[in-house]
Nanobody, 124 residues
Framework: QLQLVESGGGLVQPGGSLRLSCTTSQFTLDYYTIGWLRQAPGKEREGVSSIRHNGDSVVYADTGKGRFTISRDNAKNTAYLQMNSLKPEDTAAYYC?????????????????WGQGIQVTVSS
């Protein structure tokens, strides 16, 4: 079973940047569409961005357009979410999720494999 591990979260001031990484040591990520989703306290989990397994298609939620960039390096078995111009409302636990040969999407239901999540806090 695919196990995903996120890294790169933490505390950042408003306007700052973070880069989240998602990797696995068990299998190649080449065949998995990767999504980033987040969940703030008291709110439902929401999709942030997704990238197709071969990298030829990406989608973004409106909340991150122009500020977030998703990418992947299959040679390094890693997917990334670059987050710039961070706002306090971006504070949430961020999850990396995988779907075998899936289409990129923002719904939790589209993903079968999940990381443990990593906290991102945007605060001065």
């Amino acid at each position: 079973q695919l196990q995903l591990v996120e890294s790169g979260g933490g505390l950042v001031q408003p306007g700052g940047s973070l880069r989240l990484s998602c990797t696995t040591s068990q299998f190649t990520l080449d065949y998995y569409t990767i999504g980033w989703l987040r969940q703030a306290p008291g709110k439902e989990r929401e999709g942030v961005s997704s990238i197709r397994h071969n990298g030829d298609s990406v989608v973004y939620a409106d909340t991150g357009k122009g500020r977030f960039t998703i990418s992947r390096d299959n040679a390094k078995n890693t997917a990334y979410l670059q987050m710039n111009s961070l706002k306090p409302e971006d504070t949430a636990a961020y999850y990396c999720a995988g779907s075998l040969f899936g289409d990129p999407g923002l719904s939790s239901r589209e993903y079968d494999y999940w990381g443990q999540g990593i906290q991102v806090t945007v605060s001065s």
